[in-house]
């Protein structure tokens, strides 16, 4: 099977002078395969053979970012869920619940405390319209960018182990989030440029949340898109400044301490002068070290503390450089 395919990739650059767009749709779904096959070079031949010559994109800086931009493009292949899930929500961490189930339990703003399955009791801010949700059911996980969106700002050239990566994405927390049914659905495949949050007051996190997955990915965002963007992020009380996830900080070793002298059997001490009290020292705030992710934090033995709500423990926001939502507001993120 692998050799008719390869023959027909040969007979259609020989003979009708290059691969059609179904062909390369199929050559991109097969890379991978090819590679292990032994092709090496199907990567090479698939830039020379099916992507059309681009632009150089430019950047623009926005939020602290450089965010590029590019007129949308799909590369000449249509775009397809498929592409990016085939098999659906995955188990990333094999802890049994899956990406859906992990981002619900994540941004729940009330859990049941006698609830430990992956899909829990409890309610949910829908925090695009302020809808406050009683049930999973009625929650969606939204791909902050769509996938079709993905798909014309450069996800078009990606492997599908990369697509598939971003589709259950728990790195960035900005990727996925758990709204109303209602309001990703009225969403869709929009930009922003095409579809705003109906609260205002959501405007500025989600031009931010928006802005950081496609630097992050490595994503492009067109004129219309950029502007958009721009006026959501007026509405933001302070100028926006977003933190992408770095490698893990080494954590910041503690003062070391000046050893106190002995006096040995011969020496003789120096007597303290008494004509004026020695002023204490000022103590000094001990640096907080402030981790990449709660991943990060758990890699460097943080220790988890109790919420003050539901039954998870998790980690201080404060000590997390991009932390998640903070589904019950009490101060803790990624509870478990």
Same mark, same amino acid.
């Given at each position: 099977?692998?050799?008719?395919?390869?023959?027909?990739?040969?007979? &259609?650059?020989?003979?009708?002078?290059?691969?059609?767009?179904?062909?390369?749709?199929?050559?991109?779904?097969?890379?991978?395969?090819?590679?292990?096959?032994?092709?090496?070079?199907?990567?090479?031949?698939?830039?020379?053979?099916?992507?059309?010559?681009?632009?150089?994109?430019?950047?623009?800086?926005?939020?602290?970012?450089?965010?590029?931009?590019?007129?949308?493009?799909?590369?000449?292949?249509?775009?397809? %869920?498929?592409?990016?899930?085939?098999?659906?929500?995955?188990?990333?961490?094999?802890?049994?619940?899956?990406?859906?189930?992990?981002?619900?339990?994540?941004?729940?703003?009330?859990?049941?405390?006698?609830?430990?399955?992956?899909?829990?009791?409890?309610?949910?801010?829908?925090?695009?319209?302020?809808?406050?949700?009683?049930?999973?059911?009625?929650?969606?996980?939204?791909?902050?960018?769509?996938?079709?969106?993905?798909?014309?700002?450069?996800?078009? %050239?990606?492997?599908?182990?990369?697509?598939?990566?971003?589709?259950?994405?728990?790195?960035?927390?900005?990727?996925?989030?758990?709204?109303?049914?209602?309001?990703?659905?009225?969403?869709?495949? %929009?930009?922003?440029?095409?579809?705003?949050?109906?609260?205002?007051? &959501?405007?500025?996190?989600?031009?931010?949340?928006?802005?950081?997955?496609?630097?992050?990915?490595?994503?492009?965002?067109?004129? &219309?898109?950029?502007?958009?963007?721009?006026?959501?992020?007026?509405?933001?009380?302070?100028?926006?400044?977003?933190?992408?996830?770095?490698?893990?900080?080494?954590?910041?070793?503690?003062?070391?301490?000046?050893?106190?002298?002995?006096?040995?059997?011969?020496?003789?001490?120096?007597?303290?002068?008494?004509?004026?009290?020695?002023?204490?020292?000022?103590?000094?705030?001990?640096?907080?070290?402030?981790? &990449?992710?709660?991943?990060?934090?758990?890699?460097?033995?943080?220790?988890?503390?109790?919420?003050?709500?539901?039954?998870?423990?998790?980690?201080?926001?404060?000590?997390?450089?991009?932390?998640?939502?903070?589904?019950?507001?009490?101060?803790?993120?990624?509870?478990?």
């Amino acid at each position: 099977m692998l050799a008719l395919f390869l023959a027909a990739v040969w007979f &259609a650059i020989t003979i009708d002078g290059g691969p059609t767009a179904e062909l390369c749709t199929q050559l991109d779904t097969a890379r991978e395969n090819l590679k292990q096959a032994g092709w090496q070079g199907v990567d090479v031949f698939y830039e020379a053979n099916c992507v059309p010559e681009q632009t150089t994109p430019t950047t623009t800086d926005i939020a602290g970012l450089q965010l590029k931009t590019a007129p949308e493009s799909d590369g000449g292949l249509s775009y397809g %869920r498929w592409m990016y899930e085939q098999s659906g929500w995955d188990d990333i961490d094999d802890d049994g619940c899956n990406t859906r189930e992990e981002v619900l339990v994540a941004e729940a703003s009330t859990l049941a405390d006698d609830d430990d399955s992956c899909v829990p009791d409890g309610t949910w801010l829908s925090w695009y319209d302020g809808e406050t949700v009683d049930s999973a059911r009625g929650v969606d996980i939204d791909h902050m960018v769509p996938l079709a969106e993905v798909h014309e700002s450069g996800g078009w %050239r990606w492997s599908y182990p990369r697509r598939y990566a971003y589709a259950n994405d728990l790195t960035l927390p900005q990727t996925l989030t758990a709204v109303s049914a209602s309001s990703n659905r009225s969403k869709g495949a %929009r930009d922003p440029a095409e579809w705003k949050p109906p609260l205002d007051s &959501a405007w500025c996190q989600y031009a931010q949340d928006w802005i950081a997955v496609k630097v992050f990915w490595g994503l492009s965002a067109d004129d &219309a898109e950029v502007t958009a963007l721009r006026t959501m992020l007026e509405e933001c009380d302070e100028t926006p400044r977003i933190v992408l996830p770095t490698p893990t900080p080494t954590p910041t070793p503690a003062a070391t301490p000046t050893p106190t002298p002995t006096l040995s059997s011969t020496a003789t001490p120096t007597p303290t002068p008494t004509s004026a009290a020695t002023p204490a020292p000022t103590p000094t705030a001990t640096p907080i070290t402030v981790y &990449a992710s709660c991943d990060a934090a758990e890699a460097a033995g943080v220790a988890r503390v109790q919420g003050s709500k539901g039954k998870g423990r998790g980690f201080p926001i404060e000590i997390i450089a991009n932390p998640p939502r903070d589904g019950d507001r009490d101060g803790i993120v990624c509870e478990i």
